[in-house]
């Protein structure tokens, strides 16, 4: 009886979410294109199994993983546990003694990005436009480790209550150097990965996390502290994107240097003493 | 028999996609936590859902969203009108945000910093207004960001140049915010791009990048998401700063 309500209300405010877009959609195809659009009833079906993957997905999510991580969050971040990590007697806070709380946001960083479908559907875009030069699987591991290091991070900025701008400076500072090194195809992808990983599974679990980090440390306030998380997450993906990309142009011109030049190979096997 | 193998190719991704993540919840519940889980049964029913809402988006996505965004973008080259191009693109931008739960929840959370805060009356009217201001802005921004976006696309305008201006006028305008506005401003970059709108957004500029000739569609087709991410940032401090 309760997972039906849970269905209605979910499906209710999905089809909510959806309705400004189908509207748009269907305004534009019927009075300014007025052109019908290649295989109708497959388009319908086909969003009609998003609408139903997102709902089930979204019910899922509430049922089993949000009421987890959002306790588990609270947990880690109490402050009880936190002013055990200090040590006894310690009035201070040693930001290095929360290893669990950076650990948990790492984890919970890689694994809520690996399960974002809206990067899943950029990913497989990406590798099939590139015919297969960007691997859909890499990418994404790219991007999951990006989220993990700004979350973690973002922690632990949370932890020493430095001011958010001074972090932000100097990523997008890299950002912008790495652009200029980066090979020119993954350039555009990876700034799209920046906004990408941040939608239906990461953000709960990262909101619970920041507030609960603010909530506990004194000193902090939740509703300015709090915030930032999300930022943190969306700047560090273009960073390991970018690396992943130059790594592997790196090693592909490594290997295709070795593949093409087998007498060279063979010479300098031969100067050696 | 062969439909359980058919079911099992259409969730194997899913599987995939979703095992680190109670990987990571069970590891953490029991390793560090050292606690059962509180409802053991509620989270497995929970978790099949999980995994057949991923298969069925995921298959949807390839059906349904994709080809429309494509279609509709080689429809709009095919027309040829600018005109209507941006307009479409400025009302994806602002009709998919201005509605989206994220959004709404942290300009919620954004009204009572500004009240705390003293940059507005602590009323509830005056909060409320401040948080749908706060929609208006981030919705407006994201449908300047696809504007300018397909302008990039039909025009070919190296994209670093544009993401790196952008990103150097956002800290320029940082140092020139009110405090409390940063964090909020940083967030609303991040939380404007919905599960649906980023497909379908993608799709619009890999469908214009590829029906114009001279574009390639991996190097001109993707980059909106970046400009929707980057613009409410540049949006919200400047409202941060007029309010």
Excluded at chain 1, 107 to 123: K, M, Q, R
Excluded at chain 2, 68 to 78: D, I, Q, V, Y
Excluded at chain 2, 168 to 195: H, K, N, Q, R, W
């Amino acid at each position: 009886m309760r997972l039906l309500a849970d269905f209605i209300r979910t499906l209710a405010e999905t089809v909510s979410d959806v309705l400004p877009i189908v509207a748009i959609l269907a305004a534009f195809q019927l009075f300014v294109l007025r052109r019908a659009l290649p295989n109708p009833t497959r388009l319908l079906q086909g969003l009609a199994f998003v609408m139903a993957g997102l709902v089930l997905f979204l019910m899922g999510l509430e049922e089993a993983v949000f009421p987890v991580g959002k306790a588990m969050a609270s947990q880690l971040t109490a402050p009880e546990v936190l002013r055990a990590a200090d040590g006894p007697g310690s009035g201070t806070i040693d930001p290095l003694a929360y290893f669990w709380v950076y650990a948990f946001a790492f984890a919970i960083g890689f694994s809520t990005t690996i399960a974002e479908p809206a990067l899943i559907a950029v990913s497989l875009k990406a590798e099939e436009l590139s015919a297969g030069a960007i691997n859909a699987w890499g990418l994404r591991i790219a991007v999951a480790i990006g989220v993990a290091i700004g979350i973690s991070l973002g922690a632990f900025r949370i932890v020493v209550g430095a001011p958010l701008h001074h972090f932000i400076g100097v990523g997008y500072a890299l950002v912008v150097a790495q652009t200029l090194f980066a090979p020119r195809l993954i350039v555009p992808l990876a700034y799209d990965s920046g906004g990408v990983t941040t939608s239906t599974v990461t953000v709960p679990l990262v909101a619970a996390l920041g507030l609960g980090l603010a909530e506990s440390i004194p000193g902090r306030s939740p509703l300015i502290d709090g915030f930032g998380l999300i930022a943190f997450a969306s700047l560090f993906p273009m960073i390991t994107v970018m690396t992943y990309a130059q790594a592997s142009q790196w090693r592909a011109s490594r290997s295709r240097a070795r593949a093409s030049d087998p007498e060279d190979r063979l010479a300098s096997e031969e100067d050696r003493p | 028999m062969r439909w359980i193998g058919s079911l099992f190719g259409f969730l194997s991704g899913s599987v995939r996609d979703l095992t680190p993540i109670v990987l990571v919840i069970a590891l953490f519940q029991l390793a560090v936590l050292r606690q059962p889980f509180p409802d053991l049964g509620g989270v497995l029913i929970g978790l099949v859902f999980v995994l057949f809402g991923l298969a069925f988006f995921v298959r949807g996505l390839e059906l349904g969203l994709f080809p429309l965004g494509e279609s509709m973008a080689h429809a709009f080259a095919r027309k040829g009108s600018l005109g209507w191009l941006l307009s479409f693109s400025f009302a994806l931008g602002f009709g998919t945000t201005v509605a989206e739960p994220a959004l709404i929840a942290i300009s919620e959370e954004a009204s009572e910093v500004a009240a705390g805060a003293g940059a507005i009356v602590d009323t509830a009217a005056a909060r409320e207004g401040y948080a749908f201001g706060l929609r208006i802005t981030v919705a407006l921004a994201v449908g300047v960001a696809l504007v300018i976006g397909v302008v990039r696309i039909l025009t070919g305008w190296p994209i670093h140049l544009m993401i790196a201006g952008g990103y150097l006028l956002v800290v320029i305008m940082t140092s020139f915010a009110p405090e409390e506005i940063i964090g909020i401003a940083y967030d609303s970059g991040g939380v404007t791009t919905s599960t649906i709108t980023v497909p379908l957004v993608a799709a619009l500029g890999v469908g214009l990048a590829s029906s114009i000739e001279g574009r390639n569609p991996v190097l001109d087709g993707f980059g909106l998401i970046a400009f929707a991410s980057l613009t409410p940032i540049a949006f919200v401090l400047l409202y941060g700063m007029l309010i």
